[in-house]
């Protein structure tokens, strides 16, 4: 499975372009959501493996996708695997959804 990530201080956002792609209207900012696709979710980083979302940015390439204060990057990860998106300062990394205490 494919995940958009930021891998930068800053945040996760995507460029004009992106939203061009996408059919999205420019909110000015970059910072797309779960609601920008229609996905009803308690997993707020659903949106980051929707399919249109990784196409576009696979299309335009992850430099030119990126925002103004972010570095978006698709990785890959086994398919089944329940994860989370940790995130340090925009600095975002994925890993496998365990329990804590």
């Known amino acids: 499975m494919?995940?958009?990530?930021?891998?930068?201080?800053?945040?996760?956002?995507v460029s004009k372009a992106i939203y061009d792609e996408l059919?999205?209207?420019w909110d000015e900012y970059g910072y797309i959501d779960n609601?920008?696709?229609?996905?009803?979710s308690n997993n707020f980083y659903?949106?980051?493996k929707h399919p249109k979302l990784i196409a576009a940015?696979?299309?335009?390439?992850?430099?030119?996708?990126?925002?103004?204060?972010?570095?978006?990057?698709?990785?890959?990860?086994?398919?089944?695997v329940e994860w989370e998106i940790e995130d340090y300062d925009g600095i975002e990394t994925i890993h496998e959804s365990h329990r804590s205490w």
């Open 46 to 48: 659903e949106y980051r």
């Open 57 to 80: 940015i696979e299309k335009i390439g992850e430099k030119d996708a990126s925002g103004n204060l972010a570095d978006v990057r698709v990785v890959n990860i086994p398919d089944g």
């Open 35 to 40: 609601e920008s696709f229609g996905i009803e």
């Open 2 to 13: 494919k995940i958009a990530i930021n891998k930068c201080y800053g945040g996760f956002g």
């Open 23 to 25: 059919g999205i209207k």
